[in-house]
């Protein structure tokens, strides 16, 4: 009998809550401390791989807390999609803490009262981004928010500094206003349509009026919006990263933005289908690229240009998602699990830097290359990366996007599509400016270098890189430039698995099956494809070309007009327009 790893769901959140729990009560030993949340997130990813592959052949799988069923109790929701989040987000964090360990950053200075709190905070935020991923109703996705939210306010201020208490305080104020925000629209979605769970959602909300669905649907996004660092609610992100420690940074860029970007994609994909806003959505998209990179490009920090480039690329996954097609939704899920790792490591390598050369400022920099070969080789694999240059995961995923553009066929489109071309054109400006001024032009010739620097051989230099970069710092780094290169090696299986993960969100039978029974759905399917149907069929003019289009959703009742499609077909080759006379594969066999 195979057993059923699905019903150890909770356990991808109580684990980390147990674990910090456990690593508080020893706030006096840091070795036990440090040895616990190790061993919480090992086993954390043991479990989350184990899930991914579960959900890898297909379909949503849901365990219903203390045996209510929904939509009354509480539900947590796996598919695809929230499986590659759940384990690439545990990856990220267990790098970051082995980096964080190595450099010292939850032992020295940072944390250095009577009471430690860094190991206990950290596995809580882990926590709440777990629930996040794994929440099937509203009121959950908030307090997986909260949870989270709530450890970064810690970790974020953590030792104090005028600097780090500023930015804190901008970051909670902005926080507490999104979080606000999305706990009043819960109480109105409550309101309208008397549930807060997500499958129930998604076949309630078409009884609603046009009006009432446009204000809930807005609702919603401005508040994920918020989170996600969207153009134009993103003026709190530059200030409030670059101000803490490099492990909590990259962990904050990796994740916390993401968490907004999957929320406003599960409510797209399962709550809100269809392309009423879509227009919007791209003109946010393409003022998030354009307007992020334009101030990367404006910085003499580091830390603080990767900031603007995280909200410049954050644009890349609202392109995708506005779309509404197989192929932009599987490029934005591939997208957003490469980015999380490549922003991270960027922070990492960052981080790096500092302890190298002493400042993140561009200015102060040079030599690193000849000195530090391995901290150029850290630094130039996810750099290339993140401007997209070919064969980098970064340039599959924007091409996915660009294809997708390129199949609608809108002038907002083509707009978007030349907007992202210029933005990583932009990037690779940006990283390379870094590249040349940092790594490549000579100590002496930067501004009021520091010291670091300034040894007087290069073996005096070569020998100071085991004191400034040892292995526990540089092994974390180097982990995930590798991961980013899976990313690369691995892109044939992990874009088709991001297609089949795109196509049945856009179904959106599998989850709400999953989660409310297949006698629910029954009864309802005609309302639901009624719903469904709002997704628009992109005609590309190319036989072979269905996948730009979302497919034929299984909730729709059979025609006997329509040629179903082979069960060995790859994902997203099946039907198109399910409004008209004839479906693409009748006017390819008419061909």
């Known amino acids: 009998m195979q057993t059923n790893f699905v019903e150890l769901l909770p356990l991808a959140v109580l684990i980390p809550f147990f674990g910090a729990g456990l690593a508080f009560a020893f706030f006096r030993q840091k070795t036990t401390q440090r040895a616990i949340t190790l061993g919480t997130l090992v086993l954390t990813v043991v479990l989350e791989i184990t899930l991914l592959a579960e959900t890898w052949d297909g379909g949503a799988h849901a365990v219903h807390l203390a045996g209510w069923p929904a939509p009354f109790g509480i539900s947590m929701v796996i598919d695809r999609f929230s499986a590659l989040m759940l384990v690439v987000s545990s990856i990220i964090t267990l790098a970051v803490l082995l980096y964080a360990v190595g450099q010292g950053a939850a032992e020295e200075g940072d944390d250095a009262g009577p009471v430690s709190i860094f190991y206990p905070t950290y596995l809580i935020l882990v926590a709440g981004v777990s629930n996040a991923f794994l929440a099937g109703d509203l009121f959950n996705l908030y307090v997986g928010f909260e949870i989270f939210l709530t450890a970064s306010y810690v970790l974020l201020t953590l030792g104090g500094g005028e600097s780090r208490i500023r930015a804190g305080v901008t970051y909670v104020v902005v926080s507490i206003i999104s979080s606000m925000l999305f706990l009043i629209t819960i109480g109105v979605v409550y309101a309208a349509t008397g549930t807060v769970n997500l499958a129930d959602l998604a076949l309630k909300l078409g009884e609603l009026d046009g009006d009432m669905q446009l204000l809930l649907h807005v ?29 909590v940074t990259a962990v904050f860029a990796g994740l916390l933005t993401k968490v907004g970007i999957y929320a406003m994609i599960r409510t797209e994909t399962l709550l809100f289908p269809g392309e009423r806003i879509n227009t919007v959505l791209m003109i946010v998209a393409l003022l998030t690229m354009v307007v992020g990179i334009l101030g990367a490009l404006a910085q003499g920090d580091i830390k603080r240009m990767l900031s603007f480039t995280l909200i410049s690329h954050i644009g890349y996954l609202v392109f995708g998602l506005s779309l509404v097609s197989i192929v932009g939704m599987s490029a934005t899920i591939y997208y957003v699990a490469h980015h999380i790792t490549i922003q991270t490591t960027l922070f990492l390598v960052t981080g790096l830097i500092e302890r190298r050369g002493g400042t993140s400022t561009v200015d102060r920099l040079g030599g690193l290359a000849k000195i530090s070969p391995v901290l150029a080789v850290l630094f130039f694999i996810p ?105 690369t090696v691995f892109a044939g299986p992990l874009m088709s698995f991001s297609r089949a993960a795109a196509q049945d969100m856009y179904e959106r039978t599998p989850y709400v099956e999953a989660v409310l029974g297949e006698e629910r759905v029954d009864g309802v399917r005609e309302e639901l494809a009624e719903f469904a149907s709002r997704i628009p069929d992109l005609d590309t003019g190319d036989g072979g070309a269905d996948e730009f289009a979302p497919v034929r959703t299984s909730l729709e009742p059979d025609d006997e007009g329509v040629q179903e499609a082979d069960d060995g077909r790859a994902v997203g080759d099946t039907t198109g327009d399910t409004t008209g006379d004839t479906t693409p594969d009748e006017e390819r066999e008419d061909r």
């Open 219 to 247: 609702m919603l996004l401005v508040a994920f919006g918020i989170k996600a660092a969207v153009f134009p609610l993103a003026f709190w992100l530059p200030d409030s990263y670059p101000t803490a420690p490099a492990p």
């Open 383 to 487: 750099a290339m990366n993140l401007a997209g240059i070919p064969p980098f995961s970064g340039f599959i995923g924007k091409l996915g996007m660009i294809q997708g553009g390129i199949a609608e066929n809108t002038w907002i489109t083509w707009l978007l599509v030349v907007g992202s071309v210029v933005t990583s054109l932009l990037t690779l400006m940006a990283v390379a400016r870094i590249w040349a001024r940092a790594f490549w032009r000579r100590a002496e010739d930067a501004e009021d270098p520091d010291r670091l620097l300034m040894s007087k051989t290069l073996a005096h230099a070569r020998a100071a890189n085991k004191r400034l970069l040892p292995m526990s710092v540089v092994a974390p780094t180097a982990m995930l430039v590798g991961l980013s290169l899976a990313f």
